[in-house]
T-cell receptor, first 114, second 113 residues
Framework: AQSVTQPDIHITVSEGASLELRCNYS??????LFWYVQSPGQGLQLLLK??????LVQGIKGFEAEFKRSQSSFNLRKPSVHWSDAAEYFC????????????FGPGTSLSVIP | GAGVSQSPSNKVTEKGKDVELRCDPI?????LYWYRQSLGQGLEFLIY????????KSGLPSDRFSAERTGGSVSTLTIQRTQQEDSAVYLC???????????FGPGTRLLVL
């Protein structure tokens, strides 16, 4: 069955510290992969996406993610977190080759300590 | 250009009433999605449209939920005989083609009393 897991429900980091949010997927077809962010009271915004090519993708706000096919992972990273990064982060996976629905993970809530 | 818009932004209704939620996708986007987000929860997929057809309706929670899309543009999500557990934020998104980046609307916050 297709699924997306985000093992960490909630993460707290200090401002300026590095960040890694985990995402693992189970998907039969070749996947498209996305990370979205939802700030408090705001809509969902795309951070970055992987369709093909370089497995290390750069996104907005200094975020990057690396697609590792062997580990079925697409972890999100940022070298230095800012207080404004506090938000809910969702990993999502879709199919390149079929009309399967895009599946979202349950989300990871990020808190940033000043 | 204009993004995805949804109306109403907020809706309060009484249990048992019907409600209709509207989504205006970005012009030219062929794919349209509906999700539900309950308080503190992730996104629950409801239904998607490719053009005017809905290949997958499996996410609709019950037969009280229905959706349609006309002219490959506007979509409406209808909830009949609303229940308190239907209270949530209903999000609409559109994308240029299937499985590409989804652009989300601001959502409709539904409260069933």
């Amino acid at each position: 069955a297709q699924s997306v897991t985000q093992p960490d429900i909630h993460i707290t980091v200090s401002e300026g510290a590095s960040l890694e949010l985990r995402c693992n997927y189970s998907y039969g077809a070749t996947p498209y992969l996305f990370w979205y962010v939802q700030s408090p009271g705001q809509g969902l915004q795309l951070l970055l996406k992987y369709f093909s090519g370089d497995t290390l993708v750069q996104g907005i706000k200094g975020f990057e993610a690396e697609f590792k096919r062997s580990q079925s992972s697409f972890n999100l990273r940022k070298p230095s977190v800012h207080w404004s990064d506090a938000a809910e982060y969702f990993c999502a996976v879709g199919s390149k080759t079929s009309y399967d629905k895009v599946i979202f993970g349950p989300g990871t809530s990020l808190s940033v300590i000043p | 250009g204009a993004g995805v818009s949804q109306s109403p932004s907020n809706k309060v209704t009484e249990k048992g009433k019907d409600v209709e939620l509207r989504c205006d996708p970005i012009s030219g986007h062929t794919a349209l999605y509906w999700y539900r987000q309950s308080l503190g929860q992730g996104l629950e997929f409801l239904i998607y449209f490719q053009g005017n057809s809905a290949p997958d309706k499996s996410g609709l929670p019950s037969d009280r939920f229905s959706a349609e899309r006309t002219g490959g543009s506007v979509s409406t999500l209808t909830i009949q005989r609303t229940q308190q557990e239907d209270s949530a934020v209903y999000l609409c998104a559109s994308s240029p083609r299937w499985s590409e980046t989804q652009y989300f609307g601001p959502g409709t916050r539904l409260l069933v009393l």
